[in-house]
């Protein structure tokens, strides 16, 4: 049981999201932006955030994830990142690689697959504070 | 002030100095560009010379000679095929109708014929610039029109992806009975994806309209067409709409109300009007379409469209946006409506076939008013 906290800018995948969690006991919060949703983090104290990576330029995921590894209270709070580039390019987040540079833990690839993603969030839970991947750098673009 | 780079290669060391010493102290101006230009000139006596000097160096203008020692400037043109601009001008000594057509044919822009003074250099340098300027002003409006084509694209391919991955996902749901085994649990879920679908239906609906507004003036047939007519089928069109939420629409049209122009993009944009009208309502809300000629003057080509509603609104800082591509408000109020973001954008283009404008007044929760004024397509 942990409290995990959504945010998307498209309705659909926080219901998605909600759906799949809830049926494990979680308890969701979900947020619409990149800057609701830090400000939700502070409030909410997260065990887990769900983070899409967003094509709205002022509050994209990426730079949601940069604002919260650099807060203190919410630096250790695992970030599992939504995805859909690697159906664009043949281009695929790779982990080991571009973990170092992106502040996040894992990456899955939308469309949704529940058990996936309920096995990597089960799996970040389950991660030591120090293991989280709070460096990366900032100009990635 | 801007320096271009000059390679001039002639086998004479009179010349050689002589255009080196006019162009190194020549300062052009070059209104229309707002440019003042001088000159760096590297001088080479042969056809090796010039080889090595272009391997490292990038030039804007050649000037060649056209005899040379060990080849001739022709051939030296065919190894000029740097993929950003530049101009040739070619010096010979004698003009011949063969050599000028070999030449041109080989990318010469322009000639001078020995002997020559520092006002013809002066003069062929001075066209040869403003040539040039022009096809750097031209590459920079291509590469612009490829950056934005392809910023349209990858924003589309986003705009088709997620509504997929949206309804993907609802699927993996369902496939593994994640709310039950009841299907009215999945309601809101199919609900959602049947809008998600309408929004791709949408936008390929909109995508068609869109190539074929830039396709031009091409397949646009203007002829005398009446717009009380096209109107009351575009409300036509709406109204089931419309009713099923108790949304009234009035349409008030001065007369029969004929005018040149063509007929599917007046279709556009009174379709495009009062779909919005109607979408961003409320229900038992009201929409009132006007059309009218400028009454001031009776030979006057002006029509002034107005669509108003008593829908939701659009907040000062959104309105300026919601011209442009795959724009739309995102709150909670117009989560659920469906649409491409494109309907504007393509009003927009629609409109500058006619010399056009589009205004909108709005205010949240009171309602908005579009008000276009666009222009007769006369001559016929
Ligand atoms: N009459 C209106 N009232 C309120 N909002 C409107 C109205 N017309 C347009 N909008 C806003 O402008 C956005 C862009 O409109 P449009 O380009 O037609 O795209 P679409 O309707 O497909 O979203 C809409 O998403 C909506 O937020
Ligand atoms: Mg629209």
Do not use: W
Request: hydrophobic share 40%.
């Amino acid at each position: 049981m942990a409290k995990i906290l959504c945010i998307d800018d498209e309705l659909d995948v926080l219901e998605t999201c909600t759906t799949i969690l809830k049926t494990k006991g979680h308890t969701i919060k979900c947020a619409g932006s990149g800057s609701d949703g830090y400000l939700k983090a502070k409030e909410f104290s997260p065990d887990l955030i769900v983070l899409d990576v967003m094509m709205d330029d002022e509050t994209d995921g990426f730079h949601a994830a940069y604002k919260i590894r650099q807060d203190e209270k919410l630096k250790h709070v695992p970030i599992l990142m939504l995805s859909s580039i690697n159906q664009a390019s043949k281009f695929k987040f790779n982990k080991e690689k571009d973990g170092q540079f992106l502040p996040v833990d894992e990456f899955v690839e939308k469309p949704i697959i529940p058990q996936k993603l309920i096995s990597e969030v089960d799996r970040l839970l389950h991660l030591s504070k120090d293991k989280i991947n709070t460096e990366g750098v900032r100009n990635i673009y | 002030m801007r320096t271009l780079n000059v390679l001039l290669v002639d086998d004479e060391e009179g010349i050689r100095l002589g255009i080196k010493r006019v162009l190194q102290k020549f300062i052009l101006e070059i209104p229309e560009f707002e440019e003042q230009i001088s000159f760096e000139v590297e001088a080479v006596d042969s056809v090796s010379g010039f080889l090595s000097a272009i391997k490292d160096k990038k030039f804007d203008l050649y000037v060649l000679d056209y005899l040379l020692k060990d080849g001739n400037g022709v051939d030296l043109l065919k190894k000029i095929n740097s993929p950003s601009p530049q101009v040739t001008i070619m010096i010979s000594a004698h003009s011949t109708l063969s050599l000028t057509i070999e030449a041109t044919k080989n990318g010469a822009f322009d000639f001078i014929i020995k002997p020559f003074g520092p006002s013809e250099i002066k003069a062929a340098v001075k066209r040869a610039v403003e040539y040039f300027l022009l096809l750097e002003r031209n590459e920079n409006f291509e590469r612009e029109k490829k950056k934005i084509r392809f910023e349209f694209i990858s924003v589309l391919a986003h705009e088709l992806k997620s509504p997929i991955n949206a309804i993907e996902s609802y699927l993996n749901l369902m496939v593994e009975s994640y709310l039950g085994d009841k299907l009215s649990e999945y309601a809101n879920i199919i609900s959602r994806s049947k809008s998600r679908i309408q929004d791709m239906r949408k936008l390929i609906t909109d995508l068609l309209d869109l190539t074929r507004i830039e396709a031009g003036s091409r397949n646009r047939v203007i002829e005398e067409i009446n717009l009380k007519e096209i109107l009351s089928n575009c409300v036509e069109s709406v109204n089931f709409q419309a009713q099923k939420r108790g949304i009234i629409i009035k349409s008030i049209v001065d007369g029969e109300l004929l005018m040149f122009a063509d007929k599917t993009d007046m279709e556009i944009l009174l379709n495009n009007l009062l779909t919005n009208a109607v979408k961003y309502n409320v229900d038992n809300g009201s929409v009132d379409i006007s059309i009218r000629r400028d009454i001031s003057d009776s030979d006057s080509e002006k029509i002034f469209i107005e669509c108003s509603d008593s829908g939701i609104g659009i907040a000062e800082e959104d309105q300026k946006k919601l011209f442009g591509e795959f724009s739309r408000v995102k709150n909670d109020k117009t989560r659920n409506i469906a649409g491409s973001g494109l309907g504007l954008s393509i009003v927009k283009k629609v409109l500058s076939y006619y010399d056009g404008e589009i205004n909108l007044e709005s205010k949240v929760n009171f309602g908005s008013k579009f008000s276009i004024v666009l222009n007769e397509i006369k001559g016929k």
